[in-house]
């Protein structure tokens, strides 16, 4: 549930859960079940009270919300967001770049050609996932990309973070 539904929007949801036979019993905020699923209510309910940061950035939207947790249960103290910040603009500027390297290397323009900039675009997406865990090198490899030439690059994760420098810093604003 969008942490920003106002009442009708709730109460769409609920008629809707109803409408199919669900028998809905409480709506909940996303940072509700970040909380949930990893277990933080109950991995630090014996540390006293505790302040976490929950940090989303998600395909489309960015949010950050600040949750106190005490013997297991867990109130939301705020929330902000950023409807225009998302994990898909990781991924344009991932695009945009792999594109500057193909054009550079081939002397060839993918940009009117959208089943290459699908392709490349499942590529980055695939890659920017990587670099956002534990891995710090990942490769960009496509067959026949473009014209039957084929595309390989590497990016390690600090390129990765000088491409999206703007994006991170726009993200500091809610926190």
């Known amino acids: 549930m969008s942490a920003y539904f106002n009442d009708s929007q709730r109460q769409a949801t609920k008629d809707m859960g109803v409408i199919v036979g669900l028998n809905v019993m409480r709506i909940i905020n996303e940072p509700t079940p970040v909380v949930i699923a990893y277990d933080l209510d109950r991995k630090i309910a014996s540390q006293g009270e505790k302040n976490v940061m929950i940090f989303y950035l998600g395909g489309g939207t960015f949010y950050v919300s600040l949750i106190t947790i005490e013997e297991g249960m ?33 002397k060839k323009d993918i940009i009117g050609n959208a089943k290459a900039l699908h392709r490349l675009r499942t590529t980055c997406e695939r890659a920017k996932r990587a670099l956002l865990s534990a891995i710090t090198r990942t490769t960009i490899e496509i067959n026949s990309l473009y014209e039957g030439i084929n595309f390989y690059s590497t990016i390690i994760r600090d390129q990765f973070k000088e491409l999206n420098i703007d994006l991170f810093k726009k993200s500091m604003d809610p926190i």
């Open 74 to 106: 867990f109130e939301v103290k705020a929330t902000d967001r950023d409807t225009h910040l998302g994990g898909e603009d990781l991924e344009n500027c991932m695009v945009n770049h792999f594109m500057k390297e193909f054009k550079r290397t081939h």
